[in-house]
Structure formats: structure tokens, C-alpha cells
């Protein structure tokens, strides 16, 4: 069968599974989201339906990207399985967007980007080890990234697009902030609407699970995760600010500075500072006259971040609330957390090919001298993503990690002439300086390092960038 022939039934799909997955979302499996549906892929169906390409083509384009925010926003916020669904709703939404790439011919005009090259290389051998083994759930996570991607690639590709969802990503992690915030203050009915959402992520054969249902978080269901969020937040609201023109937007990310700011000090995760500083003194080395606009919204912030520290005394219901003062205070465990990662650096230089499937690094953390007397003996992770990766892949694991570090830094510098695409490079270093100090990271798909990784790729296209890789 022809690609023409086979364009009708493609095009007839694909407002049915745009409205079956605009349902899930919306509503769950249920007798609305059903009637919701059926309404979405008429009206869908009767643009599909179009004969002139040169109309339709651009119709489908435009609903694919409006699916990509869509996509973007139930990533970060980790929306697990609502109500009877078989799956995440961005598992039918990716089918959709797919689906929809394919009709608007974009999938045969993808091409890689310099910084994508290693990290498909590292999804592949994830994903090839796991089909060896027949295990289906550790092949999920390594398609899961490449779809996006791809889909990236296909719908957010032109300049005004990527602005848009530059903002818009910037107004998820400013919304999920405020989320934060909200919770803390008025409990109710934030913390139904939460318990509502991440209902499925519940196992109450793992107590850690019901602890973090307790915590109060923005847009994720862990809060450990709030802490990449949080170091993003605050970079790409700088940058964004110092690039808009109009009045609207400066006053949108005025508003968000602030906001993300004291829920980064009550997200109190300690790497979070050099995670926001370390992109600022960068940009301070390529643009020293810019960095004055940055250091006065961090200025023009600190009665906010006072404020921060006292919110636990306004909001008492809460309990023993934490910000980043009270851990600095009161937690002495950074050289412990430091002695794992050098013990792992040890393990890594003795196992060239890698641990194997059947060795953990808490199993034979002790024999090279990991200290976990900070947290009662109990073994702990490496706390360190980049670590984990040459843990499980050995040298050429770590060889990987420093590939894409260099692809990535090569290309910062031409980005920094598009006030935009500035925001994106410089967030991204603020997640991936998170991942130093944590188990997430590019490497492991989280949402908000992920998502960043995928705009910057296409940054690099639409400045010029990828040319200096």
C-alpha cells in the first residue's frame, strides 16, 4: 500500500485518538469523556477530512503542537493512570501526536541533533538490553524519551513555536510553584485535588509512597522531584523576563520570580543553590551586562525569601515544615553524600563494563568504603545520576555523560544571542547540575530535565548553534 493510500485512514485516526486522549485526561474513562470524544473528532475529523494538502497539511501541524503543549504539561507533572485507565494519558496522547506527525508527512524530514546522537546511543543500549532480557517495562522509559524527541522535532521546530513553548514550560514550572505554595498555606482542597490525581502511585507495600503522598509538592507526585523544577524555575523566569519585549509578559515573569524563589527555599533540597547560581555566573562570563537585570530581580526578591522563612509560623498546620536554612542548620551529611560518590567513582574505575544485572551498588557500596552512618546504616544510592550511569554501563557509560556535557556546553554560547533560547540553555545547566546531587537526571528521563534537553535540541537548529557541534 502507498503512503497516498494509506494518508486517508491515517488522517480518519487521527482525530479519534486526539479525542480519546483529550479525554482521558479531562475526565478518565467515563460516559462524558466518551460524549467529550466523539464531539472532539467531529470537529477534528471535518478538518482530516480536507483534500487541499496546503490546508490541511498546516490545520494538523497546528493541533500537533497544541497536543505537544498538552503532552509537555502531563509529562512534568507526572500524571500516572487516572480512574480505570490502562495507562498514563501521555501514552495515548504520544499515540495521537504520532499518529498525527506521520499524516503531516514531518516524520521523514527528522533528522538528529549533535546532542541527541549520544543520548539515543545511551536509550538504545537501555533499550536493547532490556528487549534481551524480555523485559518489557525497562524498554518503556527509553522509547518514552525518544518519542519525545521525536516529537519534539516534528511540531516545535520553527522560532515562534519554540517561543511559545518556552513560555509555556516556564508557566507549568511557575504554576507548579504556586501549587506548592497553595498546599502549604490552605492545605484544602489542594491536597484532595493532589491525592485525587496521584492516586495510582499509591503501594501501600512501600511506606515511601504514603510519605510522599503526605508532602505537600507542586506538579509532581515526589517532591524530591520539585527540587529540578525548582532549579529550572527560577533560571528560565530570569532569562524570560530579560528577553520579553512586551509589558504583559515582563510582568508575568516579574510575578514568577518571586513566586518560584520562596518555593525553591521551601523545596529545601541544599543543591538547588548551585544548581540556580553556577547558570548565573555564566551568564555573567558571556553577557556581563546582563546579569545586572538577573542580580536585581534576585535583589528585588529577598523580602519574599524572608517571608519564605517565616511562612511555617503563618501556616502551622503544616507540621514541622523544612526550608533550605533549617537543612543547612541542621544536616551535616554533604561529606557523607560526597564519600558515596567517590566510593562509586572507585567501583566504576574497577568494573570497565559495568556492575551487571546482578549486582546493586548498595550491595557492595560498604566494601569500597561508603559511609551511611548518617542515616542509621541503611545503604543509600549514589546520589549522583551521572555516577548511576557508569555504575550500570561502566567507562564507556561515563563516556557517554561527558559526550553530551560537551555537546551541550559547545553549543551554549551561540544560544546566548536569542534572549529565549538563552532561558532554555540555562535552565537546562541548572537540571543537569541537579543531577549531581541526585538520582534524576537527562539520563533517567525526568520530566523537567528532559523536557528542557528536548527545546534546547531545537534551539540549537534555529539559532545556528548546532553548527558549532
Not at 521551601?266 to 551586562?289: C, E, F, G, H, N
Not at 564507556?396 to 560537551?406: D, K, S
Not at 532554555?424 to 523537567?448: D, K, W
Request: charged share 15%; proline share 4%; aromatic share 10%.
Amino acid at each position: 500500500m502507498t503512503r497516498v493510500q494509506m494518508e486517508k485512514p491515517v488522517i480518519a485516526l487521527l482525530p479519534v485518538l486526539l479525542g480519546l486522549s483529550m479525554a482521558f485526561v479531562l475526565t478518565g474513562m467515563s460516559l462524558r469523556g466518551a460524549v467529550f470524544a466523539l464531539l472532539f473528532a467531529a470537529a477534528l475529523y471535518s478538518v482530516a477530512s480536507i483534500d487541499d494538502v496546503s490546508i490541511r497539511k498546516p490545520l494538523i501541524e497546528r493541533a500537533g503542537f497544541a497536543g505537544s503543549m498538552l503532552l509537555i504539561f502531563v509529562f512534568i507533572a507526572s500524571i500516572p493512570k487516572l480512574g480505570s485507565q490502562p495507562v498514563s494519558p501521555k501514552y495515548f496522547i504520544m499515540a495521537a501526536l504520532l499518529l498525527a506527525a506521520y499524516a503531516a508527512g514531518c516524520l521523514g524530514s527528522l533528522s538528529l541533533s549533535g546532542v541527541s546522537r549520544p543520548l539515543l546511543l545511551y536509550w538504545g543500549i537501555f533499550a536493547g538490553t532490556s528487549a534481551v532480557k524480555f523485559n518489557v517495562m525497562g524498554m518503556v522509559e527509553p522509547l518514552e524519551a525518544i518519542l519525545l524527541l521525536a516529537l519534539t522535532a516534528a511540531f516545535i521546530n520553527r522560532r515562534e513555536r519554540l517561543v511559545l513553548a518556552t513560555r509555556f514550560v516556564g508557566i507549568v514550572l511557575f504554576a507548579s510553584a504556586a501549587w506548592f505554595l497553595l498546599s502549604i498555606v490552605f492545605g484544602e482542597p489542594f491536597t484532595s485535588i493532589r491525592s485525587f490525581i496521584y492516586a495510582n502511585n499509591i503501594d501501600v507495600e512501600r511506606p515511601l509512597t504514603l510519605f510522599a503522598m503526605a508532602m505537600p509538592a507542586g506538579f509532581t507526585f515526589n517532591q524530591h522531584i520539585m527540587g529540578y523544577q525548582m532549579a529550572a524555575g527560577p533560571v528560565l523566569s530570569i532569562m524570560l523576563f530579560r528577553a520579553e519585549k512586551g509589558l504583559f509578559w515582563k510582568m508575568v515573569w516579574g510575578i514568577a520570580v518571586p513566586v518560584v524563589i520562596i518555593a525553591l527555599f521551601l523545596t529545601a533540597q541544599r543543591s538547588t543553590i548551585p544548581a540556580v547560581l553556577a547558570p548565573l555566573a555564566l551568564l555573567m562570563v558571556t553577557r556581563p551586562k546582563k546579569l545586572i537585570i538577573a542580580l536585581l530581580l534576585l535583589l528585588m526578591s529577598a523580602p519574599f525569601m524572608h517571608l519564605a522563612a517565616s511562612i511555617p509560623d503563618l501556616a502551622p498546620q503544616i507540621g514541622e515544615a523544612r526550608t533550605l536554612k533549617s537543612r543547612l542548620d541542621s544536616e551535616k551529611d554533604v561529606s557523607s553524600r560526597l564519600g558515596w560518590q567517590a566510593a562509586a567513582l572507585k567501583a566504576v574505575a574497577d568494573n570497565p563494563l559495568g556492575l551487571g544485572s546482578g549486582t546493586r551498588w548498595q550491595e557492595i557500596s560498604s566494601s569500597y568504603g561508603a559511609d551511611f552512618s548518617d542515616f542509621g546504616g541503611e545503604e543509600q544510592a549514589v546520589h549522583n545520576s551521572y555516577i548511576a550511569v557508569g555504575l550500570k554501563l561502566g567507562w564507556a557509560g561515563l563516556i557517554i555523560v561527558l559526550a553530551v556535557f560537551w555537546r551541550i556546553l559547545a553549543r551554549v554560547p551561540a544560544l546566548m544571542a536569542d534572549g529565549y533560547a538563552a532561558a532554555v540553555g540555562l535552565s537546562l545547566i541548572a537540571v543537569l547540575i541537579q543531577g549531581f546531587f541526585h538520582n534524576a537526571s537527562i539520563f533517567t528521563n525526568e520530566a523537567a530535565s528532559w523536557t528542557l534537553l528536548c527545546l534546547f535540541a531545537q534551539w540549537g537548529r534555529a539559532t545556528g548553534g548546532e553548527q558549532n557541534v
